[in-house]
């Protein structure tokens, strides 16, 4: 059974960084892309940023202005979210995610793999 499980969430104030983790139980390779999204209380889950495993090619959200870097370490089976300049904002719940499909999408991923998520919490 093919699982994610996202870690490095916390409680940092504003300016401060974190980076978040997303471990795979099998080859990240088998998928497309892999996603990180984020749902804040009251808001729709919205996409942060996603990677291709093959050759690494990155689309970000406009919201993150820089600020975030995502990366794929495809021989520990783990997707990374470095997040800088954290503001208050950026307060949700991260999920990171895959497609069920071989080639899917990452945008989107209405029939996919998800993590349990980390909760990540900028205060002023």
């Known amino acids: 059974q093919v699982q994610l499980v996202e870690s490095g969430g916390g409680s940092v104030q504003a300016g401060g960084s974190l980076r978040l983790s997303c471990a795979a139980s099998?080859?990240?390779?088998?998928?497309?892309?892999v996603g990180w999204f984020r749902q804040a209380p009251g808001k729709e889950r919205e996409g942060v940023a996603r990677i291709y495993t093959d050759g690494g090619v990155t689309y970000y959200a406009d919201f993150v202005e820089g600020r975030f870097t995502i990366s794929r370490d495809n021989a520990k089976n783990t997707v990374y979210l470095q997040m800088n300049s954290l503001k208050p904002e950026d307060t949700a719940m991260y999920y990171c995610?895959?497609?069920?499909?071989?080639?899917?999408?990452?945008?989107?991923?209405?029939?996919?793999?998800w993590g349990q998520g980390t909760q990540v919490t900028v205060s002023d």
């Open positions: 995610a895959a497609p069920r499909a071989t080639y899917g999408g990452c945008d989107r991923i209405t029939d996919g793999y």
């Open positions: 099998t080859y990240i390779s088998r998928w497309n892309c």
